[in-house]
T-cell receptor, first 113, second 111 residues
Framework: SQTIHQWPATLVQPVGSPLSLECTVEGTSNPNLYWYRQAAGRGLQLLFY??????ISSEVPQNLSASRPQDRQFILSSKKLLLSDSGFYLC????????????FGPGTRLTVL | QKEVEQDPGPLSVPEGAIVSLNCTYS??????FMWYRQYSRKGPELLMYTYSSGNKEDGRFTAQVDKSSKYISLFIRDSQPSDSATYLC???????????FGAGTTVTVRA
């Protein structure tokens, strides 16, 4: 069966510090991968998605970037965090061919102080 | 106007009641519809997945899609305290795997 991991689970970072969040998927090959941010009491905002290694599409211009160095690894980064980057970050995957279902990881709660 | 509208609630019901949740949408081209359940401080979990119009039932959960009205519903029968969570609707186009989400409805089932 497929499993999706995210780490760390919780992170507190000062303004201006760098960020690296990691997501890995097990049990599937060539997945589509997604990064979302969920602000308190709000829906999910798609940040980035990837259909293959090195292929990243950005949905919202902002202080973040994403990379996919391996087929089942997706990384969210920032060089300098802003207060507005605080939120709950979720990674998700879907099967590359034909499926619209997305499956989410446990999330990383980021607080920028 | 948001692409997907969902009443945030909160919704509080007694144990055993039927929970009724719904979303409306503006893009008539949406074809795939999903409901997710999200417990506090956890990732969303896929509950129901339907294509185009019609009903789908899975245990205590029933999903309905009315494309003519651009309206989708989720019903939870015999609700339990463990159903207390935020429920998110989501939908996508045929040739686009990105999902458009509602803001979520928070449900509390009282024992």
């Amino acid at each position: 069966s497929q499993t999706i991991h995210q780490w760390p689970a919780t992170l507190v970072q000062p303004v201006g510090s760098p960020l690296s969040l990691e997501c890995t998927v097990e049990g599937t090959s060539n997945p589509n991968l997604y990064w979302y941010r969920q602000a308190a009491g709000r829906g999910l905002q798609l940040l980035f998605y990837s259909v293959g290694i090195g292929q990243i599409s950005s949905e919202v211009p902002q202080n973040l970037s994403a990379s996919r160095p391996q087929d089942r690894q997706f990384i969210l980064s920032s060089k300098k965090l802003l207060l507005s980057d605080s939120g709950f970050y979720l990674c998700a995957w879907s099967a590359l061919a034909g499926s619209h279902e997305q499956f989410f990881g446990p999330g990383t709660r980021l607080t920028v102080l | 106007q948001k692409e997907v509208e969902q009443d945030p609630g909160p919704l509080s019901v007694p144990e055993g009641a039927i929970v009724s949740l719904n979303c409306t949408y503006s893009n008539s081209a949406f074809q795939y519809f999903m409901w997710y359940r999200q417990y506090s401080r956890k990732g969303p979990e896929l509950l129901m997945y339907t294509y185009s119009s019609g009903n789908k039932e899975d245990g205590r959960f029933t999903a309905q899609v009315d494309k003519s009205s651009k309206y989708i519903s989720l019903f939870i029968r015999d609700s339990q305290p463990s159903d207390s969570a935020t429920y998110l609707c989501a939908m996508s186009l045929t040739n686009d795997y990105k999902l458009s989400f509602g803001a979520g409805t928070t449900v509390t089932v009282r024992a």
